[in-house]
């Protein structure tokens, strides 16, 4: 029996740090699950002083936890055992991953496709996610039942205390982002419950968020007047914007405060983490942006105590706790 679920998402364009927050909250649950998009996301996990990058199993498998790949996912075979050797080198214990029968394969076909039709135009990974979307809605997907081994299969089963972590982020959601900016793939909590539990087990809500905007690819929100900015282009550098899945520098902006207060509202997080805080420490520049208006801060202590007021005064109760973390530090 379930005893309740938490799920940990991206309340922006990806690349919050979500990996860090939800392997650190992993060894508290018995399954950790994944429950939309495929090799597109890119997790930086560090246990100890070493680094570990996955694209598509999730995070608790560091923790020797059931780590569910859903139904709502793609994957690519190559790469999904790719990373099991991996994590099998690394010492983990890779029988606890699990895919859903029903999760859908992307082919080189798609592949193809996407690095030929939508990478130049939309900036995707190029990984033939949005055409293995598109051909599980087509109805002529191929299943994971019937291209994986029996032992990779999950059953569907979930006990206790389950963990889901969501990939991509909010402004990157098939319906709420920036269409067609977007991902292929629902990437709201409510998604979460494509895992096959009911929405009345979810406990808490938590919202990662970074202390200024980043995204990999294109979008007409971000500017190309961004490039140019030399406070911007230390952000880069310092905080490392650079895609772990395609290797391209992010874009940078500073933090839209009003799209993360919406990404919160919509999503109803209960918890949020603003990662990364350091960066702006120690480039010793204060700035949200709040309806295209640039606001400075003096100290960062000024910023963090206008932030909390300015999501406090604006959320409907349910965000009962704001935590700014530093880079690397485990929270
Ligand atoms: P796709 O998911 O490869 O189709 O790419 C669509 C958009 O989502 C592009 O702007 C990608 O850069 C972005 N994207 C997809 N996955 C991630 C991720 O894990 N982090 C950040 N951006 C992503």
Redesign the pocket.
Known sequence: MIRGVDIIFGLC???EGKGKISAAFSKNYDYVCRWN?GP???HTVYLGNKKYKTHLIPSGIFYGKKSIIGPNCVINIDKFFDEIDYLKSEGFDTSLIKVSPKAHLITERHIQYDLKY?KPK??????G??PAYADKMLRIGKLAKDYLDKKYIWDGSLEGDVLCEG??SFW?DINFGDYP????SETLPYSACSLGFSPKYIREIIGVAKIYDT?????PLFPEALWNNSDLEEIIQLGQEYGS?TGRKRLVNWLRLDKLLQAINKSGVSRLIINKCDVLKTIGKYKVIIEDRIVNFETFADMKKNIEKYIYDNTYGECSEIIFSGDKQNI
């Open positions: 364009w990806g690349d998009g597109n996301a890119g939508l939309l900036g995707t990974t190029g990984q996610i949005a990939a991509q990157l900016y977007v991902t292929s995204k990999s690819g294109v979008d899945t």
